[in-house]
Every structure is written in C-alpha cells, then in structure tokens.
C-alpha cells in the first residue's frame, strides 16, 4: 500500500517550499531518497521525476520531492539539507538509511552534499554545469538557446558558473551512476570524470535524458538492488 502525503516545509527567511513524500508501508520500508529533481538551472520542480519516484516507492523506497528554491545555488543546498532534517524528523528510525538521488542538474547539487547522506544516486548528472553549456553551445539541441540563457541566469554569470563548476573527488559514500547512450542533453563523454570518484559504480544504458525522470523498470530494479546491497 502506498500513501502520497503533500504539505509545505517552511524555510528559515520564511519561503515555503512545496513538498510531496511517497510512502510505502512502514512494514515494508528498505531506505529513504531525498530526490533531487532535474530542471534545476531552467524550469523545473518538485513534480519533474514525480513517475520515477512511484516506481522508486512500489519497491520499498519512501521518497521525497522537495520544489528547492533555485534563486542561486547557495539557496538550493541550504534547501537540500533542509529536506534532510525534515526527512530525519518526519521518518527518525530511518534517519540512518537517507540516500540522495540526483537527476541531471539535480545530480550538480547531489555530488557537493554527497557526504551527508548514506548513498548517492546519479541519473545523467550535470555535474560540471560550464562544460555542459560550452556543449550546449556548439549542439543542436532544440532548447538550446533558452537552457543557455536560463543556465546563465541561475548562476549569475559566465565567470560565476565557472567557479561553481570546480569539483573535487570527495571521499564520497557508495554512488551508483546511470548515463544514457542516446543522452544528447548529457552525453556520456561529460559524465566521464565521475568514473575516477571513490566508491563510483557506473551503468550506461541505452536509453536518452529520457533516463532522469521516467519509470524505467530495468533503472529502478538496480537501483533498488544496489541499496539492497547496502543496507
């Protein structure tokens, strides 16, 4: 039986920020995902991978769709350990069993707060936000000029983006990352540096970006088997 709770968390400058929690039955929990969702730098929001999430619960796993403010990146971290806390209160004999799922630019956010939480999850991460948009820049991507404006606008600046991009391998807790071979809003030669992390197992799979926030049955099956393995 799985129940859908919706309701707001409130932040600490009084933002309330939308939230839905799917919950399997507690007799049946394995693990708790803070997901993460994709669209971070243009449109998107709490309801973005909300499919993937029913598949993610229907296998044990209660997860979390939190609508972070997506202002400037400080405010989005703020808002992910924000999601934390409210997870740790809302589920606290989980408190020990929280992975983080990053899908696409959710996954940039994922990787710098990897080591608060007890598993990490990637799907198409964009990781490096500027050498993604150098990419966008010399694709055809039909989007292209709105995600490159839109990129620009979440981080401020070109020089700004650049700075955020910066990333060091942390000692991070066990990741599995999924890239998608048709991925033409990732492609797999971006995701090619993560392979170096500590702790990294990494699974391409012949499918798009399409790969973030569908239902995928063969994506959820490994992943719940990886946090099975875990735990």
Request: aromatic share 12%.
């Amino acid at each position: 039986m799985l129940a859908i709770e919706t309701g707001q968390v409130p932040t600490p400058d009084n933002h309330l920020l939308e939230y839905t929690l799917y919950l399997p039955h507690i007799r049946v929990l394995k693990s708790v995902i803070l997901a993460v969702h994709g669209g971070c730098f243009t449109d998107g929001d709490h309801t973005w991978n909300s499919e993937q999430s029913k598949g993610f619960a229907e296998k044990g796993h209660a997860v979390l769709q939190l609508n972070f403010r997506k202002d400037n990146p400080m405010n989005t971290l703020e808002d992910i350990l924000l999601a934390k806390s409210f997870l740790e209160n809302r589920l606290p004999q989980f408190r020990d069993r929280i992975g983080v799922l990053g899908s696409s630019s959710g996954g940039f956010y994922a990787l710098r707060l990897v080591e608060h939480f007890k598993f990490c999850i990637l799907t198409c991460p964009v990781f490096n936000p500027y050498k993604r948009y150098c990419y966008l820049q010399k694709s055809d991507h039909p989007q292209k000029d709105s995600m490159l404006r839109k990129h620009l606008q979440h981080f401020g600046s070109k020089e700004s983006m650049q700075l955020w991009s910066d990333f060091y391998f942390p000692k991070t807790v066990p990741t599995l990352m999924f890239g998608g071979l048709r991925d033409q809003n990732m492609p797999i030669e971006l995701l090619k540096p993560l392979e170096r992390m500590e702790n990294m197992t990494v699974c391409y799979l012949d499918y798009d970006h399409s790969l973030c926030h569908k239902n995928i049955p063969e994506l959820i099956s490994e992943i719940d088997r990886y946090i099975d393995r875990i735990f």
